[in-house]
């Protein structure tokens, strides 16, 4: 990594971090070249980096300076769901979701999708194309169950970063973080059982509960600091929980990172009843501060986690590549893997490889966390700007996908609908209740570049907002 | 096609069924000349044609003869399998073969992989390498759950072979056949729910009925005729069967195809029990018979058929590319879906919708069809030549699989064991079976060119079987 990017993620995370103020003078350009012993033309890359990513502001014969704070939202509230267990709904809806065809011009802003147009992916296209063309067995046929050796080799390296010391031996590659998902229920779990979540949480997840008949006990969830511990100690008290389900780093839809003290509570309080964690990292790699925080498979000592993640958010989610780390449920994940899909296709997990081995990965992700970390901040400032008065937003730490919430009793379905005919579509927020709570929150992607086609989409969606509150309190004048 | 092709199919197709007999004299090339209205050269072609296949045999001056019957092993007997329904055992078995990592000196008979290495094959090879250069969504994004709209439109008219009338919506497409049977059983079944199989059975399903907490009841079997329905029918009257399961078309691992009056038959059955049928025809399109045979779905008129299948056998497993055809059931298996994986990654689902559209498969099928019949009677000489006197052998009628059966008692585990060190596995019967009967039998992929090495590895497993046997037969004087 070159020395002034360095540089300015070390600045760029003390500023995130609080530990410069907005209004604060940063540190002179001959100070900071004397300080970490690089020339001066290095800290002015460093600080021109800094202001394109909106973090510090030139002004001149003064320096920099860290930008004044904007009018933020703010943050959504705690939800409080159902106090017990609930069969899961909802189901029409995530239907509506994913059953859309996407149209060209339709700005898919509900959709989980990271921006696959970077020209850091090229190295893996490349790669792509070399293994289709080859007519044999590695690409071609039944790979074994675990997966491709040379991929889970990479992915135990790649593991390291978040605290994880595991064997290839330990990983099963998966058709994406869905089945591994999907495998980990089903490998501790039977129908009727009881699994604790975080709330909102990934609709995905929640359907999987739904379709395998288990029930979900929906836990509160701090938008900057996650599950609930006490709620969850309650819960557990109270209730036959089988496995603790959620997505404690750069979570979906609220976008926090658990702090690590809070993790490793939520271990102990795993282990003190005795209950298995699901743990979904895929957005894990998208954390913007660096390093990447650690996750709670790191810290568990008696296999107990479930790691669950895929290259679905962090590369293409149409490669279908994910894996699971399944600690002592390794052999009934096995065949729970077996029984769904047989063995994954061998040919993006070769490529996907490649791209690990040949060292393309690391740079795609900075410039990926830095494009991510930047529109987050026009997104935010979007909302402020063109969403209703009382809108209220979360602060993601990581990944591309904003939670905001409109005032009691809005409905996000009849605002969808509204939209239909502005060629744009949000995901709304019922999908990620297991009840259909939400029911006023909207989840917006904001991966792809930002262009003057999106931020008018998103101006659309607010406009379409106020529109629709303006009626209702019409209405009921 | 060429006409001699079509020529050489249909007295191919008069041979087989028994029209001619071996030892009668063939049509003279002038007779058929004149009945086809095709060249002479036409003619001889196909005799040519027929001669390569083994099926005509030219004697100097008097024309082309039937060859005389070779001495062929007798059919296996009709299994005799338990008269209820039992929990699902032999994971450990089946986890032993699908855990290896192929080797590449190996001749793995167990697996059930085509011949990947055809020419045919190339136009799709470039098609993938073409579609994974693309930067693009269509390729990387996530589908709509249905799958690839271009694939499903051909697959319907592939579809209109076997006598189906379907539109693209009636179809899911699905990561491989496994995950259409797999969403296909979590559509009907219950944890404890019994299902009718036939037996012996594939033990893909067998263990997805395994993992899902299923009953098996197994059906006896004709290796002739398939699945008895005296004894299907007995079933149903005696259990509340919820599904029948089954592979009427080229049979794995017995290689029949079903009669048709039986199809319609077995869904009358159906019908009056009120149950629904989960027909495998993964390797339909591989009949050695032209035109190919109907499915059970093709009779079908209330929706109660899910019909499974996938291009794993008939072009390359590492596609995973595979659908469903529902029925009734569409909702609940477009749910099952999408827990189990998402949608299907696009890009392969683009390649083969591009070599269908291109009219490659049909050659293609054409060219495997042929060389899987050819196979399959160098197969059953190398099982008379080498194996046991009293080894049985099934005829299959498409496919590229052989179902042996060695005397009663024999242990075709310690079989495998004791090849481990020769290069060779077979895939034991015992995992063709729910409660690990058919011990004594074990199945032969013959789907490869035909080499010195194969012939080999199929003499190492004769070898090794006489003398396993003799040791028996010593150890218990």
Redesign the interface.
Known sequence: MSLYVNLAELLGTRIEQGFYRPGDRLPSVRALSVEHGVSLSTVQQAYRLLEDNGLALPKPKSGYFVPASRELPALPVVGRPAQRPVEISQ?DH??EL?????HKDTVQLG???PD??SPT??PL??S??????????P????????GN?GLREQIARLLLDSGCQLEPQDLVIT??C??AL?ASI?AIC??GDIVAVDSPSFH?AM??L????MKALEIPTDPLTGISLDALELALEQWPIKVIQLTPNCNNPLGYIMPESRKRALLQLAQRFDVAIIEDDVYGELSYTYPRPRTIKSFDDDGRVLLCSSFSKTL?????VGWVAPGRYLERV???K???????????QL?VADFLRNGHFEPHLRRMRTQYQRNRDLMLDWVSRYFPAGTRASRPQGSFMLWVELPDGFDTLRLNRALLDQGVQVAVGSIFSASGKYRNCLRMNYAAKPTAQVEEAVRRVGVTATRLLNENSHSSD
């Open positions: 189901w995530v239907l994913i059953r859309v065809v996407p959709r989980g999708i696959i147009g992916m090229k296209l490349r792509l194309a070399q293994i289709s063309r080859r007519q044999d067995l690409g071609l046929g039944y790979d074994n169950i675990y050796l058709t994406g869905h089945e999907s089903r039977e129908p995905g359907q999987t739904k379709g395998l008949g293409a989610p149409g490669l279908r096995l065949h729970m077996y029984i769904s899909t047989g063995a994954s296709a061998p040919q993006p490529a």
